[in-house]
């Protein structure tokens, strides 16, 4: 499985969220995984001005919990580039309106930081692959404000709901 790796064929993963003890832990456990290669994993104090981590980053793992709604404008700076990689927040929660505002700058994948590695290494493929993953509990809620939200018009809301499907 190391040729997957080795012939770049491996999901490039990169990890940026707020405790370092955290991020080296999913570090290691993802990098064992025949289809991944962790690229980075930094804690938000070691973040770089951009995404070069010396590899192909196709999906980010970004804490939503960071102060100060900055991963909600990293993941709108990082779906402006060129070649832009999915972003899979993860959270202590699943509030509805996080993730709206999660798929409005960007993301396309929310997982809670309690759910099983087994989930987050499906979410990870499936987003990769790209499809988009919310938490099966809100995914009703996420939808009505998706279309409905009082900060979208109509079309706008229709609009992302298309990206969804």
């Not at 981590?53 to 980010?60: E, F, K, L, N």
């Not at 832009?84 to 509030?95: E, R």
């Not at 505002?101 to 990769?128: F, H, M, T």
Request: charged residues 25%; glycine residues 6%.
């Amino acid at each position: 499985m190391e040729v997957l790796k080795a012939a770049g064929m491996a999901i490039g993963l990169f990890i940026l969220v707020q405790e370092r003890t955290f991020a080296d832990a999913l570090a290691i456990r993802l990098e064992v995984e025949p289809d991944v290669d962790v690229v980075a994993a930094l804690d938000i104090r070691a973040l770089p001005l951009h995404l070069s981590a010396g590899g192909r980053i196709d999906v980010v793992l970004l804490d939503a919990d960071l102060a100060d709604n900055v991963a909600f404008h990293l993941c709108q700076e990082l779906s402006r580039q060129s070649e832009a990689p999915h972003v899979v927040f993860l959270s202590h929660s699943a509030d509805p309106e996080h993730i709206v505002r999660a798929v409005r700058a960007g993301a396309v994948g929310w997982v809670r930081k309690d759910e099983s590695l087994d989930r987050l290494i499906y979410v990870i493929r499936g987003v990769a692959r790209d499809e988009t993953w919310l938490p099966p509990g809100q995914t009703g809620d996420v939808l009505r404000l998706l279309i409905h939200g009082p900060s979208q018009t109509e079309d706008d809301g229709v609009q992302l709901l298309a990206a969804l499907t």
